[in-house]
């Protein structure tokens, strides 16, 4: 039996590539959750199955590897699969193709899915329509790095500040996760990411951020290259923390 894969076809348009003409990490992860909101809703297990019941899926992590650029104009094939979920963790996996059918992107990812009225976290087996030993139990990345480094604020450099509003938002009512990449990379000049290839990109959320509160960004170099980009709020809690690697 052919295992489970969705897939779609995009374009890359004007808005969705940097200064260089290369698609934007924010773009990267914005057709992920395209294809994977697609792909949960082909599968029956969507936005119609899970907005009434009060639930609402949200990713905590993302691992991307970066193998050829992606440029304006590009038509490119996105795949993605879930995988068996855990007890509390949603596994999903991603491909993008260029149109030579070059492997130009790998990327993982890690949902949970929350009751929005409690706030609280939900077991995988409340999803009670699948056979998850069915599923494609491939992995794109084969051991994604979830652990990001953590530093304090006084120990990196502020690049960024930005006070949240509505623009932000996605209907979870919160930031939606792809502006979160953005802001990241809002850490670095055009000069330095002129000079620079990207390589691998990692990003966890920790807490929500809502309309007005202001977020502080934070930028750290490690001894083996990579760099740390981490937001903090208005109370010095960590809100997202990043980990990017480049080929200079």
């Given at each position: 039996m052919e295992l489970y894969e969705h897939k779609q076809q995009f374009t890359i348009k004007y808005c969705d590539v940097d200064f260089k003409d290369e698609i934007k990490t924010s773009t990267v992860l914005a057709l992920m959750e395209e294809v994977a909101c697609f792909s949960a809703d082909?599968?029956?297990f969507g936005y119609a199955y899970v907005n009434p019941r009060g639930y609402a899926?949200?990713?905590?992590?993302i691992c991307c590897e970066f193998f050829k650029p992606i440029v304006l104009g590009e038509r490119?094939?996105?795949?993605?699969?879930p995988t068996p979920p855990t007890h509390v963790i949603f596994g999903r996996e991603y491909q993008f193709f260029n149109a030579k059918g070059e492997?130009?992107?790998?990327?993982?990812?890690?949902?949970?899915?929350?009751?929005?009225h409690e706030g609280k976290l939900l077991q995988?087996?409340?999803?009670?329509?699948?056979?998850?030993?069915?599923?494609?139990?491939?992995?794109?990345?084969?051991?994604?790095?979830?652990?990001?480094?953590?530093?304090?604020?006084?120990?990196?450099?502020?690049k960024f500040t930005i006070t949240i509003?509505?623009?932000?938002?996605?209907?979870?009512?919160?930031?939606n996760n792809t502006r979160y990449a953005d802001y990241c990379f809002n850490c670095f000049s055009i000069a330095e990411l002129a000079k620079k290839k990207l390589k691998k990109f990692?990003?966890?959320?920790?807490?929500?951020?809502?309309?007005?509160?202001?977020?502080?960004?934070?930028?750290?170099?490690?001894?083996?290259?990579?760099?740390l980009a981490h937001g903090f709020n208005e109370v010095g809690q960590i809100v997202t923390q990043s980990q990017i690697y480049f080929e200079e």
């Amino acid at each position: 039996m052919e295992l489970y894969e969705h897939k779609q076809q995009f374009t890359i348009k004007y808005c969705d590539v940097d200064f260089k003409d290369e698609i934007k990490t924010s773009t990267v992860l914005a057709l992920m959750e395209e294809v994977a909101c697609f792909s949960a809703d082909e599968l029956g297990f969507g936005y119609a199955y899970v907005n009434p019941r009060g639930y609402a899926f949200m990713v905590c992590n993302i691992c991307c590897e970066f193998f050829k650029p992606i440029v304006l104009g590009e038509r490119v094939e996105v795949r993605t699969w879930p995988t068996p979920p855990t007890h509390v963790i949603f596994g999903r996996e991603y491909q993008f193709f260029n149109a030579k059918g070059e492997n130009a992107i790998n990327a993982s990812s890690r949902w949970c899915l929350i009751d929005m009225h409690e706030g609280k976290l939900l077991q995988s087996k409340v999803i009670d329509n699948q056979d998850y030993t069915t599923y494609n139990t491939s992995k794109a990345i084969e051991s994604p790095k979830w652990k990001i480094p953590v530093f304090k604020q006084e120990e990196g450099e502020l690049k960024f500040t930005i006070t949240i509003a509505n623009s932000e938002y996605d209907h979870n009512m919160h930031v939606n996760n792809t502006r979160y990449a953005d802001y990241c990379f809002n850490c670095f000049s055009i000069a330095e990411l002129a000079k620079k290839k990207l390589k691998k990109f990692s990003i966890t959320y920790v807490k929500q951020c809502k309309e007005n509160e202001t977020l502080y960004f934070y930028r750290k170099r490690l001894e083996d290259g990579s760099y740390l980009a981490h937001g903090f709020n208005e109370v010095g809690q960590i809100v997202t923390q990043s980990q990017i690697y480049f080929e200079e």
